[in-house]
C-alpha cells in the first residue's frame, strides 16, 4: 500500500504530498484566495447530501446524519479539506446498459435518453495549474453537451455530480454557470440542492455519502431518477422537488484535470 | 536516527537538479531556443518543443501559488511533523515546484507570501529545497 502510495506520489512523496486529498487541497486553497469559497460553502454541500443519503437504504452512510456543527468539529485530513468534504472509499459495482433508442421503446423499464455530451481535459498536472480555481474543464465541457442537447441551463431540473470532494462540486456548479464565482454559498442557502431544493443535487447522497463508483455513482443515479426508480428519494412530490425532464451528470479525473458531462431526459 | 521518508528518485532528466540542490543551487532547465524555465526537467520544451537545454540558477525566491497543511501521515515518516504544509511556490523565474514551507506555523501561511530557499541536507547525495516566509 505505502509503495503504491509512493509510486503515485513520484517525487511528490519527498515532500509528504500524497494522493487525491492534498490535490483537491492545494486546489481548493487556491479557490479561498482567489474567489473566497471555503468550509462554509463546502458544509452546505456535505450535509446537503447526507440528507439525501438518509432516504437512501443503499448508502453507505444511510444512518449517519450530519449537522453543519458535525462538520465544524470533524477532523481535518489535509486542511482545508475535512473528513466530510471527502469522497468515500467503496467496494462495490455499478453498470449503465446503453442501446438504441429504437430497442429502448419496448423495454420494460422507461429509458434514459442521451440528449448531449460533451468533454475536456486540460490535463496539465496540478502543481503546474494555473487554472486549479477554474475555469477547469467543466466548462468547455458544458458548452459542448449543451450544444448537442439544444437546451440551457435553465432546463436543467436535477444535477449528479462528480463528488471526489465538496471542492468539486462547487467549482463544476460554477464552471458550469449555475452561480458566480464565490456566489456558491449564497446559491446553496436555504438548501438548495436538499430534499425539497429547488436544483436537487447527487441525489443518492453522492460519492460523499452513497458509494464512491466512480463515474458511475452519479450517471447512474441520473438514469435511475429519470427511470422513476428511486424509491423514498425519488425526485417529484415525493421529494417536494420538481418532476425531472432533464438531468446533468458529470464526471472528473486526476485532479480535475479531465471533465466529461452528459445530458439524461425522459422519453 | 536514520532518515524515514521517501527521497528523490534520480534519472538523467533531474539529475542536473539534484546535484545542484546538493551544492545549494536551485537549477532550471531553460529552452535555448524560446527562453521558457520549466519544471520538471524534460528533453523537450514544453512550449515549443526544442531540444536545446541550458540550466538557469535561480534567485531562489518566489511566492506561494497555494499550500495544504497535513493532519495525516500517509507515510508513517511524517507522523512525528504533523501538522505540515505542502506548498506550490512560484519562482520569480517562472517555474512551480512542490516543496514544504518552514519556519513559519501552518496557521500564519497565505497565498502570495514571498517565501526564500532554505536548504535541508539529508545525506552526502541529497538536499531538499524548501522555502520560508521572506
Same mark, same amino acid.
Given at each position: 500500500? @505505502?509503495?503504491?502510495?509512493?509510486?503515485?506520489? #513520484?517525487?511528490?512523496? +519527498? /515532500?509528504?504530498?500524497?494522493?487525491?486529498?492534498?490535490?483537491?487541497?492545494?486546489?481548493?486553497?487556491?479557490?479561498?484566495?482567489?474567489?473566497?469559497?471555503?468550509?462554509?460553502?463546502?458544509?452546505?454541500?456535505?450535509?446537503?447530501?447526507?440528507?439525501?443519503?438518509? @432516504?437512501?437504504?443503499?448508502?453507505? @452512510?444511510?444512518?449517519?446524519?450530519?449537522?453543519?456543527?458535525?462538520?465544524?468539529?470533524?477532523?481535518?485530513?489535509?486542511?482545508?479539506?475535512?473528513?466530510?468534504?471527502?469522497?468515500?472509499?467503496?467496494? #462495490?459495482?455499478?453498470?449503465?446498459?446503453?442501446?438504441?433508442?429504437?430497442?429502448?421503446?419496448?423495454?420494460?423499464?422507461?429509458?434514459?435518453?442521451?440528449?448531449?455530451? $460533451?468533454?475536456?481535459?486540460?490535463?496539465?498536472?496540478?502543481?503546474?495549474?494555473?487554472?486549479?480555481?477554474?475555469?477547469?474543464?467543466?466548462?468547455?465541457?458544458?458548452?459542448?453537451?449543451?450544444?448537442?442537447? !439544444?437546451?440551457?441551463?435553465?432546463?436543467?431540473? &436535477?444535477?449528479?455530480?462528480?463528488?471526489?470532494?465538496?471542492?468539486?462540486?462547487?467549482?463544476?456548479?460554477?464552471?458550469?454557470? /449555475?452561480?458566480?464565482?464565490?456566489?456558491?454559498? *449564497?446559491?446553496?442557502?436555504? #438548501?438548495?440542492?436538499?430534499?425539497? $431544493?429547488?436544483?436537487?443535487?447527487?441525489?443518492?447522497?453522492?460519492?460523499?455519502?452513497?458509494?464512491?463508483?466512480?463515474?458511475?455513482?452519479?450517471?447512474?443515479?441520473?438514469?435511475?431518477?429519470?427511470?422513476?426508480?428511486?424509491?423514498?428519494?425519488?425526485?417529484?412530490?415525493?421529494?417536494?422537488?420538481?418532476?425531472?425532464?432533464?438531468?446533468?451528470?458529470?464526471?472528473? #479525473?486526476?485532479?480535475?484535470?479531465?471533465?466529461?458531462?452528459?445530458?439524461?431526459?425522459?422519453? | 536516527?536514520?532518515?524515514?521518508?521517501?527521497?528523490?528518485?534520480?534519472?538523467?532528466?533531474?539529475?542536473?537538479?539534484?546535484? !545542484?540542490?546538493?551544492?545549494?543551487?536551485?537549477?532550471?532547465?531553460?529552452? $535555448?531556443?524560446?527562453?521558457?524555465?520549466?519544471?520538471?526537467?524534460?528533453?523537450?520544451?514544453?512550449?515549443?518543443?526544442?531540444?536545446?537545454?541550458?540550466?538557469?540558477?535561480?534567485?531562489?525566491? !518566489?511566492?506561494?501559488?497555494?499550500?495544504?497543511?497535513?493532519? %495525516? &501521515?500517509?507515510?508513517?515518516?511524517?507522523?512525528?511533523?504533523?501538522?505540515?504544509?505542502?506548498?506550490?511556490? +512560484?519562482?520569480?523565474?517562472?517555474?512551480?515546484?512542490?516543496?514544504?514551507?518552514? *519556519?513559519?506555523?501552518? !496557521?500564519?501561511?497565505?497565498?502570495?507570501?514571498?517565501?526564500? +530557499?532554505?536548504? +535541508?541536507?539529508?545525506?552526502?547525495?541529497? %538536499?531538499?529545497?524548501?522555502?520560508?516566509? @521572506?
Amino acid at each position: 500500500m @505505502l509503495r503504491m502510495l509512493i509510486d503515485f506520489s #513520484g517525487d511528490d512523496a +519527498v /515532500f509528504g504530498h500524497f494522493g487525491a486529498t492534498g490535490g483537491y487541497a492545494l486546489a481548493a486553497r487556491r479557490a479561498m484566495h482567489e474567489f473566497g469559497t471555503g468550509p462554509e460553502t463546502w458544509k452546505k454541500i456535505a450535509v446537503g447530501q447526507r440528507k439525501w443519503a438518509a @432516504l437512501n437504504p443503499a448508502a453507505m @452512510l444511510h444512518n449517519k446524519p450530519l449537522t453543519e456543527a458535525d462538520y465544524d468539529n470533524a477532523r481535518w485530513i489535509v486542511e482545508p479539506l475535512r473528513l466530510p468534504d471527502n469522497c468515500l472509499i467503496t467496494d #462495490g459495482g455499478r453498470a449503465i446498459i446503453v442501446t438504441s433508442l429504437e430497442r429502448a421503446r419496448d423495454l420494460k423499464q422507461p429509458p434514459a435518453v442521451i440528449m448531449g455530451m $460533451g468533454m475536456h481535459n486540460p490535463s496539465t498536472a496540478i502543481v503546474q495549474s494555473d487554472w486549479m480555481a477554474g475555469p477547469t474543464g467543466a466548462r468547455a465541457a458544458k458548452e459542448t453537451a449543451f450544444a448537442m442537447a !439544444g437546451i440551457t441551463l435553465d432546463a436543467v431540473d &436535477a444535477c449528479q455530480i462528480y463528488d471526489c470532494f465538496t471542492y468539486t462540486v462547487e467549482i463544476t456548479l460554477q464552471d458550469y454557470g /449555475f452561480f458566480k464565482p464565490g456566489e456558491g454559498r *449564497d446559491w446553496l442557502q436555504d #438548501g438548495t440542492i436538499e430534499p425539497g $431544493g429547488r436544483m436537487p443535487v447527487n441525489t443518492s447522497g453522492g460519492q460523499l455519502s452513497e458509494a464512491y463508483y466512480m463515474g458511475l455513482t452519479p450517471i447512474a443515479e441520473g438514469a435511475m431518477q429519470i427511470m422513476g426508480r428511486c424509491g423514498q428519494r425519488q425526485l417529484g412530490p415525493a421529494t417536494k422537488t420538481k418532476s425531472p425532464e432533464i438531468i446533468l451528470c458529470s464526471d472528473n #479525473g486526476g485532479i480535475l484535470q479531465s471533465h466529461a458531462c452528459i445530458l439524461l431526459r425522459r422519453l | 536516527m536514520p532518515y524515514d521518508k521517501p527521497l528523490p528518485r534520480l534519472n538523467a532528466d533531474n539529475q542536473p537538479f539534484w546535484e !545542484g540542490c546538493r551544492k545549494h543551487e536551485l537549477r532550471f532547465q531553460q529552452c $535555448g531556443n524560446c527562453g521558457h524555465v520549466r519544471w520538471p526537467p524534460s528533453s523537450l520544451c514544453p512550449r515549443c518543443h526544442s531540444t536545446e537545454i541550458r540550466w538557469l540558477i535561480s534567485k531562489g525566491t !518566489g511566492r506561494i501559488f497555494t499550500f495544504a497543511v497535513y493532519h %495525516t &501521515a500517509y507515510h508513517p515518516g511524517f507522523a512525528a511533523e504533523l501538522p505540515y504544509t505542502v506548498a506550490v511556490v +512560484v519562482l520569480d523565474e517562472g517555474p512551480r515546484l512542490l516543496t514544504n514551507i518552514v *519556519d513559519c506555523p501552518p !496557521g500564519e501561511v497565505k497565498c502570495d507570501m514571498p517565501v526564500e +530557499v532554505v536548504w +535541508v541536507d539529508i545525506d552526502d547525495a541529497i %538536499t531538499l529545497p524548501k522555502f520560508k516566509p @521572506l
